[in-house]
């Protein structure tokens, strides 16, 4: 079994910025949670994502947000088309010259969909097994209209014998390739989804039942309902703590949350010796009870001579994403008497933020001195210590 999973619309409905299927939503991006959620639903179907051209890097960063077990099996994307027709069509046809044998059968889902349980995508392999072509669909609670172009009502079709549509949409695999194929070349375009192109093919589509929350992203208010779904679902709070010393020694600048700032000396360090990123780092280890920076970044190892604390900040932040998780909230403080660190503030946040993918109201910078006591009081060294919040699901949940 194959699922083409069609990321490549521009969903300008949300918003300018960045297309809907790559913001982030609790942690990770809309395509990410569609991915593993389709990923847990069918673990031995191939997964092929159709996206557009623009994106090639926002899909690698979906990709790598994933859990190893989520990734495998999710095939190289294809570019899609100008249209959602055109778009499936490339996913098709790559299946069809793919090394593997074509599938059997095909699901075709949108990346919009995060929402889609298991029981969705069981009933839907279920129903193209038997009709060969066959869409879920749930009744509307509105009465529908039929409008003219005046605006006037043309008809009331009786709501009982109405179906709002949804995807998955199941085929076997050669039925809804060979309608494809039949609709490009008669230049039958503008069909806005697959069973339109079986219907036009002249397929019989059963309507098997779906599901109210398998909800379409489509608009800015779904993002953050969804969003906040997901959120409810995050249930098991932790914290974690960090705390790191580096020497002062000679120099002209130090690192501090991933900024570079002048000072009259410089801090010791095997990396680049960034005592803030470093203390954040391990509060969210400490949050995933998943070692400390040493263990994952040993000291000993040469690679890391100089090394550039983003890169441990943001492998940290990966492997909260890729336990399914999103970090709430990092609360860190830097102990020193110079350099000052307020005016350094808001770029430090910044910095981190952007470190972990995560939004800037959620990253606190504070700063104090130790009133010249102690080893930061003379300026021998700096500390920093962080509390990092993160949410993760139940684990089996
Ligand atoms: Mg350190």
Redesign the pocket.
Known sequence: MAIVVVAAGRGSRVGEGTPKQYRSLAGRCVLAHGLSALRRAAPDAAILPVIHADDVTLYAEAVASLDPASRAGVLAPVVGGASRQESVRAGLEALAAGPDAAPGIVLIHDAARIFASDALIARAVRAAEVHGAAIPGVPVADTIKEIAPDQSIRATPPRAALRAVQTPQAFDFRLILDAHRRAAQSGADGLTDDAAVAEWAGRPVHVFEGDAANMKITSAEDLAAAEARLIRDLVDMRMGQGY???ALGPGDHVWLGGIKISHDHGLV?H?D???LS?AVTDALFGALSDGD?GSHFPPSDPQWRGADSNIFLAYAARRVRERGGMIAHVDATVVCERPKVGPHRDAIRASLARTMEISLDRVAVKATTSEKLGFTGREEGIAALAVATVRLPLAGA
């Open positions: 790191d010393v580096h360090g990396s010796a960034d005592v470093h920076i």
